[in-house]
């Protein structure tokens, strides 16, 4: 079975890609991921106020333009220096590149394009194949309009992409007025991949404790519908590679993104549950399906079921929604 795939320019093994996650917070781990099959890996997220604070500390220049957010630092946790900090980051990431012989790639989350961004330059020469940037901004109850907010995200990939010549790809929220309008507008401004989606923090509360809970909480099969729909409408629309995250509990998971339009398919929560060797699994389900259904080469699949080209996508969109509702209303929906 042919599973081998291009991603950004990347040559893969096949189209299955470790995403950020403690799991590749050690070279053992990066070890682990790779023995298991996986195509790719993408490191876990050195977080831009890690390096706001790498350059406090050594340079003791603070940055005080009005786009620093400068604010983020009093919320942000101190983080030993031995810890997860810049260059045990860019070491890991260096060990890592040549200790495996899958793409490793770096994961870089930002939420500002200022002074910052030269570090992508220091992950391409520590190794690393691309550069994966999460941009986490939520605007709260800030006067930001919708356009501003959106510049902001083409700001810091036009920064990131001016420092490198590695590809670079976009993790980004589904949360969005016109969210393929912002899909194309960063393919457009550059991004070699759309990561799709970034989950927003959603804290709980405990009413027992009266206290919030922050915590980060694996995803279930139901996660994969948004972002599969995504894939199925920009599929074909947008020359950025679609890489599929949240959601792959199984191999049909797997199967459904790509037959969606996903170049490459993300996990973390099912590696978390089952252990990094789970990928093995995954990618023996994928082939076997293939094998069933008379498959020899992933691309066959590809995008099979996507959103067809040259239709009017909303109507399209809104007339299955309609259909759904009214099936919905007449007794048939789903209960996962
Ligand atoms: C424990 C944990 C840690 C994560 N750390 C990161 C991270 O550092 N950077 C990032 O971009 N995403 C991070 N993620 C998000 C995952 O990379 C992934 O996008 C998300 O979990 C959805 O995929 P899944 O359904 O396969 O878990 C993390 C997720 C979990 C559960």
Known sequence: MELATDYMGLRLANPLVASPSPLSYTLDGVRRLADAGVGAIVLFSLFEEQLREQALRTARLVDT????FPEAL???????EEDAGPHPYLSLLERAATAVSVPVMASLNAVTAQGWTSYAKAMEDAGAAAVELNIYYLPGNS???GREVEQRYIDILERVKSEVTIPVAVKLSPYFSSTGEMARRLDEAGADALVLFNRFLQPDIDPEELAI???VALSHRADARLPRTWIALLCGRVRAALAATSGVESSDDVAAYI???????????????NGPEYAATLLDGLSSWMKRKGFHA????????????GRDEAAYERASYVNAMRSANAGSYDDW
């Open 65 to 68: 333009s009005a786009d620093s």
């Open 143 to 145: 006067p930001l309009s």
């Open 298 to 309: 992933v691309a066959e699949p590809r995008g099979m079921l996507t959103v067809p080209l």
């Open 213 to 215: 809970v922050p915590g």
């Open 74 to 80: 009093d919320f942000f946790p101190a983080v030993a």
């Open 259 to 273: 037959l969606a339009g996903a170049d490459v398919v993300m996990t973390t929560s099912a590696l978390l549950r």
